[in-house]
């Protein structure tokens, strides 16, 4: 029997899911993690990532065939060349290059996706300004550090991941202007998600008992993933991510690029054979509010018990902007944005409703404004990540939204990773 492992690392937890080839689930695991609260977070999601390979049972794990992991947009670090890594990654949400931006905007076209505080390249350029640069010699994305633990080959990424970098994903190439900022590391090479790149080590087969056959494949930002796992095929059809953050992708004949809200396009990949010769892209943006918001104030119990009582008959009378700290990327691009969480009711159902409406709003202002700017008319909206399971704050999203919604086929980002080793394995 083939089967096929995709390991997510989000921003709550590492979780894994092994499909056989016709997409069946034989197992899944998680690790938590907090990536915010780590000190050392390449051991971290070092530890995380055997302890997943461990967890799947003996017999499965001698008949994986390929491997793809996923990992969190725009997450990133730099390494010396034998892939250690030098100083602290830079998470996703991170806008300390903000400062930077004037520079970029001097040599980079009008709202290119590298023109926001939290890109991969404004952080490339952060690091080129610190000490230990000089030791540097690969600039990678956490999906790709990740997968040379797996196959050993250093410097290569994946065009999803590669977007925010720079990369143009409709010419397949590094765009001339990006040579004019003259940093002194080697980019990483560009491949399609899902290609193989190479054989597990041997080191790794050795000791979890993989086939030494085992390909590990290009992979994929963590919403990306939890795309392909939706279920979603035709361009209008969209899914919003309700993780710690929120991340839309619509699926759109037209691709767009506009840095003045956050929006960005992704080559969609051709694997899912979708009856159609156009060029599709997956068009969207992430939010810095969602689910860790929601979690900074209730338990989960809390949420579940409170969503209860939440009368969605009625609207909201509160309009917050739900952020855990200043800054947000989409549909609104303000690396300085404020919160905005008062007033506060002593009642915290009606908090909560607060709370949850203000994203729906967010979200509903996200797909709006994609329209607006040349995508397809949203159809439908499938819905991954934990607030897919709150039957109430569906209601009030479809409310804003006004088109059906529904629930992703599998709601795990690894599953999306585990059909991407097996598609690009497979084509």
Not at 46 to 67: S, V
Not at 192 to 209: M, Q, W, Y
Not at 293 to 321: A, G, P
Not at 373 to 397: E, F
Request: with cysteine.
């Amino acid at each position: 029997m083939s089967l096929y492992l995709g390991i997510d690392f989000g921003t709550s937890g590492a979780r894994c899911a092994v499909i056989d080839g016709e997409a069946k689930i034989q197992v899944e695991g998680r690790y938590p993690l907090n990536m915010a609260q780590e000190s050392d977070l390449p051991s971290c999601w070092h530890k995380a990532l055997l302890a997943l390979l461990g967890e799947i049972p003996l017999d499965l794990r001698r008949e994986i065939q390929a491997i793809a992991i996923n990992g969190t947009s725009a997450t990133v670090m730099v390494c010396d060349g034998l892939g250690k890594p030098l100083g602290t990654p830079l998470l996703y949400s991170d806008a300390r290059g903000a400062s930077l931006l004037e520079q970029l905007q001097k040599i980079a076209p009008a709202n290119n996706t590298v023109l926001s505080a939290t890109s991969s390249l404004v952080k490339l350029l952060w690091f080129s300004q610190l000490e230990f640069f000089s030791q540097a010699k690969y600039f990678l994305h956490q999906a790709d550090w990740l997968g040379f633990l797996l196959h050993g080959q250093l410097g290569i990424s994946d065009y999803h991941n590669a977007l925010k970098l720079g990369y143009d994903v409709e010419k397949l190439k590094y765009p001339d202007w990006l040579a004019q900022l003259d940093i002194a590391i080697l980019l990483p090479k560009i491949v399609a998600p899902g290609d193989a790149i190479a054989t597990i080590t041997p080191e790794i087969a050795a000791r979890f008992h993989l086939p030494p056959d085992c390909l590990i494949c290009a992979g994929t930002t963590d919403s990306i993933a939890a795309f392909f796992a939706s279920g979603a095929t035709s361009p209008g059809e969209a899914v919003t991510s309700l993780g710690s953050t929120l991340a839309v992708k619509l699926l759109s004949r037209h691709r767009i690029e506009n840095s003045r809200y956050g929006i960005y396009s992704h080559r969609f990949p051709d694997f899912r054979k979708l009856g159609t010769q156009e060029d599709l892209w997956l068009v969207g943006g992430a939010s810095n509010t969602g689910g860790a918001v929601l979690r900074h104030f209730f338990t989960n119990l809390e949420l579940d018990n409170l969503s209860r009582e939440i009368n969605t008959e009625r609207s909201s009378k509160f309009d917050y902007y739900p952020l855990l700290q200043p800054g947000e990327r989409f549909p609104i691009n303000d690396a300085n944005l404020q919160p905005r969480l008062e007033p506060r009711p002593k009642n915290d159902v009606e908090f909560l409703h607060g709370l949850l409406s203000s994203i729906a709003r967010i979200e509903a202002k996200g797909y709006e404004l994609l329209q607006e700017l040349g995508a397809d008319k949203l159809s439908r909206v499938y819905t991954a990540g934990g607030g897919a399971a709150n039957d109430k704050w569906t209601k009030i999203r479809q409310r804003y939204l006004q088109v059906p919604i529904l629930s992703s086929v599998n709601n795990e980002a690894a599953y999306g990773s585990a059909l991407l080793a097996m598609w690009g394995t497979n084509r």
